[in-house]
């Protein structure tokens, strides 16, 4: 956080606020003292004046005193710089006095009370201290509000391209092209592809408000759609998987499988003469879910700027936003094997 | 008629296959899965007619095209790529969008076939591969035919590019191959932070100089990674200038 100096209305609010102390303090002075006017306010003035000037460094001491987690540092620390900046303030308003006796030749009646002075400053100091901590609570709540704001704006933002990439239409129309083929020649097989087309955009619709679903429900979508894409591409890919059951219950981002099976639709079956195996693993362990996604592919000629999956980014970037971390995405590249996983926190 | 069908989905091919086996015009059907066995039914089986997918593994059918020099008509096949659909649209003999019908599929058909009896060849598919780069990003692979071999030469393998009358030269750390294109193509589809023309008769990947050398006063002396040198013109060293920062 930047110090708060730096902006032009909180140091006009906080030279006014000084003024206002000087005038309160003058007057306390003045009527619990005894003193004369012009040494209740020479005192006022010379007293607030340089704790004002000292103010500026406590921010420093705040700040500091963030980074430190436990109760006990920061009640230390502030003790230490409170005597500290109490001490350095008590000498200087001393030896001010002192200069001025000297200038003026006698003594007006400044006051040389250190017991006075050592619980003014110590009172000082705790108000600023308490200012200095309402207005970094206070940036806080609005930094909050703003990246709250900016979430959501970039789950909607997602979201939107999520759907557009869903009702993909080149699959969609590819799988039409596929039916215009099946009727006729093989009824049941069209009539498998219609079910599932159905099934899968329906499931697309059915979610696309929630942020999160379970597994299992996640899985066999994603699956419908990869079910599509082989009946499209024959004999072309070799599909297993290996589901732990406790997986299955896990709450996983909606619509996040997809398009990694997808990828290896775009990036390695269709640019591929030979048949692509494909490996689904997914398993629980320490509060994650581990979402493994492997297949192979064929290097030769296979485009470099292609393969390395730009799709894959939006995925990244969405388990980014929901979690707020970015270790829950690896993607692993040899000369054969692509593989993605995931890491999907269940308590966060 | 000998027709060409070119898809890598089979249910694509067998549904033209259907669709031909109802008409009684055709004397010969072929079929590829891909654009290298394509490419060799092309100059084996000589088709007049060629049904061609765009999206298709290692070569696309817009590649492809940039390979074939016979006269052919050409009826595309896509499901949805609106780059394609804008060049062909200005270009093209006929092109089908899948799913298409019986009745589209015969009109397309019909279309091409009075073409070939007025001998009314597309004998130019430049335009299409132009209009196509034109919208899309940078290209980064270039495909070439070397005898009857098809050679794919990805962008960052290229040491340069010289034209030579009709034709351009690429130097690559594969070989140098003759392609029929025009050096304006390469200039507007390969990435400019990459390839500068340096020349009017030269353009060069400037991640593959080893050093530049004064020639004259305006002139530079490239040289690149093969050993290759290259003179520069007055705009081209602006040009690399730009791109080097130098």
């Known amino acids: 956080m930047q110090n708060p100096f730096y902006n032009k209305n909180f140091t006009f609010s906080y030279l006014g606020i000084t003024v206002i102390i000087i005038t309160v303090y003058s007057v306390l002075v003045y009527f619990t003292l005894h003193v004369s006017w012009a040494v209740a306010v020479s005192e006022s003035v010379i007293s607030i004046t340089l704790f004002a000037a000292t103010g500026f460094g406590i921010w420093y001491v705040v700040k500091y005193n963030l980074s430190k987690t436990r109760l006990y540092e920061k009640i230390f620390l502030f003790i230490i710089s409170g005597i500290m900046v109490v001490l350095v303030w008590f000498v200087f308003n001393m030896l001010f006095k002192s200069i001025l006796i000297k200038l003026l030749g006698n003594n007006p ?56 990439a869903y009702i993909n239409p080149h699959f969609l129309f590819n799988s039409l092209n596929s039916i215009n ?75 996040i499988l997809q398009p990694l099976f997808e990828n290896i639709i775009k990036h390695a079956v269709s640019e591929s003469l030979v048949a692509i195996e494909v490996y689904f693993k997914s398993y629980c362990d320490n509060d ?3 979402i493994l996604l492997e297949n192979t592919y064929e290097s030769e000629f296979t485009n470099q700027k292609k393969g390395t999956g730009l799709g894959l980014s939006s995925t990244f970037d969405r388990l980014y936003y929901i979690y707020n971390r970015r270790d829950l995405f690896q993607i692993n590249k040899n000369e054969k094997k692509f593989s993605v996983l995931l890491k999907i926190p269940q308590k966060f | 008629m000998r027709i060409l069908v070119i898809d890598d989905e089979p249910h694509a091919i067998e549904l033209i296959k259907n669709y031909l086996k109802e008409r009684e015009d055709i004397d010969e059907i072929r079929l590829a899965t891909d654009g290298f066995d394509g490419l060799k039914e092309i100059n084996e089986f000589n088709p007049e007619i060629l049904f061609l997918d765009i999206q298709m593994p290692k070569i696309s059918g817009i590649e492809l095209l940039e390979l074939i020099d016979v006269p052919v008509q050409v009826i595309f096949t896509t499901a949805y790529d609106e ?47 132009e209009n196509y780069n034109e919208n899309k990003e940078f290209i980064n692979r270039v495909v070439v035919k070397s005898g009857i071999r098809i050679v794919i030469i990805p962008v960052e393998k290229i040491y ?86 130098f």
């Open chain 2, 160 to 245: 340069c590019i010289e034209s030579a009358d009709d034709y351009v030269v690429i130097l690559s750390e594969t070989g140098e191959f003759v392609k029929n294109s025009t050096m304006k193509y390469f200039e507007k589809s390969l990435n400019p932070n990459d390839f500068v023309r340096v020349h009017r008769s030269t353009i060069i990947n400037v991640n593959k100089i080893k050093e530049i050398q004064p020639y004259s006063k305006e002139n530079f002396s490239i040289i690149l990674n093969n050993g290759k040198i290259v003179r520069t013109s007055r705009q081209g060293i602006v040009e690399l200038k730009k791109i080097l920062d």
């Open chain 1, 288 to 290: 994650c879910l581990y």
């Open chain 1, 109 to 164: 009646g400044f006051i040389f009370n250190p017991l006075y002075h050592l619980s003014t400053g110590l009172f000082l100091f705790t108000i600023l201290i308490l200012v200095y901590q309402i207005i970094i609570l206070f940036n806080k709540y609005a930094e909050k509000l703003k990246s709250e704001e900016m979430l959501k704006q970039n789950l909607a933002e997602t979201k939107l391209n999520m759907l557009k």
């Open chain 1, 181 to 255: 083929f099946l009727i006729g020649t093989d009824n049941e097989k069209a009539r498998v592809m219609i079910i599932n087309l159905s099934e899968y955009f329906r499931s697309i619709l059915k979610h696309k408000d929630q942020i999160f679903i379970n597994f299992k429900e996640e899985y066999i979508s994603a699956l419908t759609y990869f079910k599509i894409e082989q009946e499209r591409f024959g004999n072309k890919i070799l599909f297993k998987d290996d589901i732990e059951e406790s997986s299955y219950n896990s709450k996983i981002p909606v619509m």
């Open chain 2, 83 to 129: 780059y394609a659909i804008r060049a062909f649209e200005l270009n093209a003999t006929d092109y089908l969008l899948k799913p298409f019908s019986k009745e589209r599929f015969n009109k397309a058909l019909d279309r091409a076939k009075s073409n070939l009896a007025s001998s009314n060849f597309q004998d130019n598919f430049n335009k299409i591969v």
